[in-house]
Each structure stands twice: as C-alpha cells, then as structure tokens.
C-alpha cells in the first residue's frame, strides 16, 4: 500500500511539473502575441497608435458617446512646409520633424487622450464632438505625389505571422513563391462587381458565354484559348496561336476605365457604357510594342454593334499591351488583330471594378461580329 501510495503521489507530481510546464508554454506564447499586437497597432516610426488603432478605437468612441450622450472631440494637425522640409534637409530629417512633434503633443495631452498618426497626419482625440467624422477621414487620404510613388521593392513586405525563417519555409513559403492577392467580390451599388484580378476572371466569363452562345451557329471556325501569362511576357497564347494558324486573333482583356478622377484625363472610356475596343496600345519600356488594329476587324465591329445594338466605345492607351503584340507578327503574312474588352477601374488593385453589362454586352458583340465573317472578309492590306 505504501508503494502504491509513493507511485500515485510520484504521478501526481509528475502531472502538476507538466501543467506548470505547459502554463509557462502559454504565457509565453501570450506575451508574444501581445508583441505582435503592438507591433501591428504601432507606427513604426513615431511609436505611436497608427491609423489601424485609430479607426477601431474611434468606432469605440463614437458608439460611447452616442450611448451615454455626452461629447466627443476629434483634432488634426498637418505640419505646414513639411514637403519642403523632406526636400531641404532630406527624409531623415523629416522622419525626425515627425517623431520630436509626436513625442511633443503625446507629452502634452491628458492621461485620458489619444493620440495617433494616420499616413503621416498627427491626430488626437480627447473625447471630443465632430458632426462628421468623414470629413476627417478624407483628409487624411495620400498625397498626391505619395499616390504615384512606387515603392522600392526594399520597403515591400507581406506579414503571414510567422516568427522566424523556418517556420515560413515549414508552411511552403519560400523563395519563389507567388504572393497574390487573397481572392474575392464584392457586389457593389447597380450590379457592379468589385474583386481580385476582374480583369482576367471578366474575360474567362466572357469566352464561356460566347462558347454557349455559338452552339449549333454557322460561321468560321472558332478556338477559345485562356491564359494570364500576359501579365508576366506578354506571350502566353503565342502556343497556341503558332500551332493553330490563325486568320484572325482577338484578345479579350479589361481596358481602362477614365471615368474616376485620377485617370479622367486619359480618355472617356465609362463603366457600363458598353464594351471597348482598342484602337492604338503601345509599351515602350522593355517590351517597345503595340498593337494598331486592323482596319477590316474595326469595320467588323462597328457593323456588329449597329446590328446587335451594343453600344461600342473606343480606347487609345500607352503603357497597355496584350499577347497580340505577338500573335500580331506570327505566321508568313502575320495574323489580323484586335483588342476587345470591358471598362475596368482600378486595373491591377485589389479590388477591380467592373459592370457586368458590359460583359453581357461584350459577349453580344462578339457573337454578331463572328456571324458577320464570311468568305468575302478581305484581310491582305493594300500596299
């Protein structure tokens, strides 16, 4: 009995070393996740709440101040001539403008106010009343010269939560591997529809519902081919188009949409004003190409659009190419291009906008045009 007694207290020892083991475990990992937190609500260079911090905690005011009726503030300070200020004594200068003037307002405010830095404004809330916190919000938006910088691939990083090296290259991250956007759509206000990468994901709906509209239909024979390698060399279909010969080659990509201020003054191409033809593209870095569509699949489509009562609008881009650009020169006598495709905003971002009308009215298009080809079509330009 006492052996017995000796081995269950041994085994009950045993167990609470393990417990106390396994509490240690867990408050360590508690006090790294705390660190993460801070890290992720904490600009980096002030040291101060940033502009993830400052929309919860502002959410959390404005509900406390409407439950209990009383007051809330909210104040923002822009530092006059701090563009200047980057240019005279260069960046690091300003970084330090910017942390001596965090530290000088955080060491003036009362223990029950918040301060926070929202992309590079100074703002601090002391339980005050604004009628409209949108306002402020728009304030704060990038400046324009901030909202064309390309940032170097040195200050480019994606966090994923992992703590060290080994445990990101245990997971399959490493070297090489795609970083993409997380997938998804948004329906927006009318139809519209916003979403990752529209502008190849439109294009793929477009051919399944050509594919579906042509069934049992007369007319030239037809090879739906898809591919995204365009956005890496621009020569993803150039394949399929050597090994099939074609006569004529029409991509179907998204095409610029002007109808937002930042690009109204490249051309009048509208969303859900109907599909887009191209009628000049060219790129001139690295790649110095461009596609001029032939004049008989111009007269093709516009005889189409009047037939299928679609609506037609044009484009003219520089900085825009396709795997026509390609396809354009294959063969003996080249190959008869042309790019069609449907209005998109904020091509190449996380969210792309476009209307689905227009795919509806893309794939109309193109279905009249296909039913317009016949043995009198003349593709060999004059000389």
Same mark, same amino acid.
């Given at each position: 009995?006492?052996?017995?007694?000796?081995?269950?207290?041994?085994?009950?020892?045993?167990?609470?070393?393990?417990?106390?083991?396994?509490?240690?475990?867990?408050?360590?990992?508690?006090?790294?996740?705390?660190?993460?937190?801070?890290?992720?609500?904490?600009?980096?260079?002030?040291?101060?709440?940033?502009?993830?911090?400052?929309?919860?905690?502002?959410?959390?005011?404005?509900?406390?101040?409407?439950?209990?009726?009383?007051?809330? %503030?909210?104040?923002?300070?822009?530092?006059?001539?701090?563009?200047?200020?980057?240019?005279?004594?260069?960046?690091?200068?300003?970084?330090?403008?910017?942390?001596?003037?965090?530290?000088?307002?955080?060491?003036?405010?009362?223990?029950?106010?918040?301060?926070?830095?929202?992309?590079?404004?100074?703002?601090?809330?002391?339980?005050?009343?604004?009628?409209?916190?949108?306002?402020?919000?728009?304030?704060?938006?990038?400046?324009?010269?901030?909202?064309?910088?390309?940032?170097?691939?040195?200050?480019?990083?994606?966090?994923?939560?992992?703590?060290?090296?080994?445990?990101?290259?245990?997971?399959?991250?490493?070297?090489?591997?795609?970083?993409?956007?997380?997938?998804?759509?948004?329906?927006?206000?009318?139809?519209?529809?916003?979403? %990752?990468?529209?502008?190849?994901?439109?294009?793929?709906?477009?051919?399944?519902?050509?594919?579906?509209?042509?069934?049992?239909?007369?007319?030239?024979?037809?090879? /739906?081919?898809?591919?995204?390698?365009?956005? $890496?060399?621009?020569?993803?279909?150039?394949?399929? !188009?050597? %090994?099939?010969?074609?006569?004529?080659?029409?991509?179907?990509?998204?095409?610029?949409?002007?109808?937002?201020?930042?690009?109204?003054?490249?051309?009048?191409?509208?969303?859900?004003?109907?599909?887009?033809?191209?009628?000049?593209?060219?790129?001139?870095?690295?790649? /110095?190409?461009?596609?001029?569509?032939?004049?008989?699949?111009?007269?093709?489509?516009?005889?189409?659009?009047?037939?299928?009562?679609?609506?037609?609008?044009?484009? !003219?881009?520089?900085?825009?190419?396709?795997?026509?650009?390609?396809?354009?020169?294959?063969?003996?006598?080249?190959?008869?291009?042309?790019?069609?495709?449907?209005?998109?905003?904020?091509? $190449?971002?996380?969210?792309?906008?476009?209307?689905?009308?227009?795919?509806?009215?893309?794939?109309?298009?193109?279905?009249?045009?296909?039913?317009?080809?016949?043995?009198?079509?003349?593709?060999?330009?004059?000389?």
């Amino acid at each position: 009995m006492a052996l017995a007694t000796a081995n269950h207290q041994s085994n009950l020892t045993g167990r609470l070393e393990e417990l106390e083991r396994r509490n240690q475990l867990l408050e360590a990992e508690v006090q790294r996740l705390r660190v993460y937190k801070d890290y992720a609500y904490t600009d980096a260079l002030t040291e101060i709440p940033n502009r993830r911090f400052y929309y919860e905690r502002m959410l959390q005011e404005i509900a406390r101040s409407r439950r209990g009726a009383h007051p809330l %503030t909210l104040a923002m300070i822009d530092l006059d001539f701090f563009k200047e200020i980057n240019q005279n004594v260069g960046h690091r200068g300003g970084d330090q403008v910017l942390k001596f003037f965090s530290q000088f307002i955080r060491a003036n405010l009362r223990q029950e106010d918040v301060l926070c830095v929202l992309g590079g404004l100074v703002n601090f809330d002391t339980g005050v009343r604004v009628e409209d916190e949108w306002e402020f919000a728009k304030g704060a938006a990038a400046a324009p010269e901030e909202r064309y910088q390309v940032r170097p691939i040195a200050q480019l990083a994606v966090d994923a939560g992992f703590a060290s090296r080994q445990e990101a290259e245990a997971a399959g991250v490493r070297v090489g591997t795609p970083v993409v956007y997380l997938p998804r759509s948004i329906e927006l206000a009318a139809g519209r529809v916003a979403g %990752t990468a529209v502008d190849d994901r439109a294009g793929c709906v477009a051919l399944i519902a050509l594919a579906e509209a042509r069934q049992g239909k007369p007319g030239p024979n037809l090879h /739906l081919v898809w591919s995204v390698q365009e956005e $890496h060399n621009l020569r993803g279909v150039l394949p399929a !188009a050597t %090994t099939l010969g074609p006569d004529i080659a029409i991509a179907i990509d998204a095409l610029l949409a002007c109808d937002t201020p930042e690009v109204a003054d490249r051309g009048d191409v509208e969303l859900g004003g109907g599909p887009t033809m191209s009628m000049f593209s060219f790129h001139g870095r690295g790649t /110095l190409n461009g596609v001029i569509p032939h004049p008989a699949l111009v007269r093709l489509m516009e005889a189409a659009a009047t037939r299928a009562a679609v609506p037609l609008q044009r484009s !003219a881009h520089s900085g825009l190419l396709t795997d026509l650009s390609y396809i354009q020169f294959a063969g003996a006598l080249g190959v008869a291009c042309l790019d069609l495709g449907v209005p998109v905003r904020y091509s $190449h971002s996380a969210l792309e906008v476009v209307d689905p009308r227009d795919i509806v009215g893309l794939v109309a298009l193109l279905d009249a045009a296909l039913d317009g080809i016949g043995p009198d079509l003349e593709l060999i330009r004059s000389p």
